[in-house]
């Protein structure tokens, strides 16, 4: 519920920088947003992890030595935001592509005798908008993300037992543009994105299996959801 609370109240902030900079003042010259574009930024995000199946280590005779039940662990936090993008405009709509990459380092998602961390995630997605006025332009986005993770399980035995891995996923949001002038620009988005794995497994080192007695495997399946807010500043090369 506090995590939900906290993105509705940036949804509704950024609604209302938005109202604010459509309202009528002073003549804008025309804007040319046609052309590439790279920024940073900051995205305050939710990191959702579900652990949908189990985790298990097993003997080649099938004998489960440790098993995680179906748990949920969620933190949010802020990381730095790199951006990368084309668009072309015509008088009033916009359409392009977008890249972000976001380094979330996110180590305090433990479950039960399990610790994941998220290394850093890459979205690439296709948008497409309208023109409010000459400094302004809403879209929507949508397209694919992967994350970067590891899972370490403790025990049995003295020894962890770690795996890397990579999860693939969708991605979808709203954004909003604002045109400070010709080649700067404000980027905010509100996205949604869900990645899925069946299963990841590692096979066990020898020393490993010299430290627990047994040779076998650790599964992990899971499922990562990251929603939040992401702001860059922009410069645009009209080229």
């Known amino acids: 519920m506090e995590t939900t609370t906290k993105l509705a109240i940036g949804v509704s902030a950024l609604c209302c920088l938005a109202s604010a900079a459509f309202a009528g003042g002073p003549d804008i010259p025309m804007i040319d947003m046609n052309g590439f574009h790279i920024g940073l930024g900051f995205g305050y995000k939710s990191y959702t992890y579900d652990q949908v199946g189990t985790v298990t280590v097993t003997t080649g005779g099938g004998t489960v030595l440790g098993v995680l039940h179906p748990v949920s662990a969620s933190i949010t936090q802020f990381g730095p935001v790199g951006e990368l993008g084309y668009t072309f405009a015509s008088d009033w709509w916009i359409a392009g592509v977008k890249a972000q990459y976001q380094y979330d380092n996110v180590r305090s998602v433990h479950i039960m005798d399990a610790h994941s961390r998220l290394g850093s995630h890459l979205t690439a997605m296709l948008l497409a908008g309208i023109k409010v006025n000459e400094a302004n332009a809403v879209y929507l986005e949508a397209g694919y993300s992967t994350v970067w993770g590891k899972t370490t399980l403790f025990g049995p035995g003295p020894v962890a037992v770690s795996m890397k891995n990579r999860l693939n996923g969708g991605i979808a949001g709203i954004g909003w543009r604002h045109y400070f002038m010709n080649n700067v620009f404000l980027d905010l988005s509100y ?49």
């Not at 990841?200 to 807010?229: D, F």
Request: aromatic fraction near 8%; hydrophobic fraction near 35%; proline fraction near 4%.
């Open 191 to 239: 996205d949604y994105a869900l990645y899925r794995s069946k299963s990841n497994s590692v096979t066990l080192p020898s020393a490993e299996e010299t430290a627990i007695g047994v040779s076998g495997t650790v599964q992990n399946p899971k499922r990562v959801a990251i929603n939040g807010i992401t702001a860059t500043v922009n410069y645009l090369f009209n080229i």
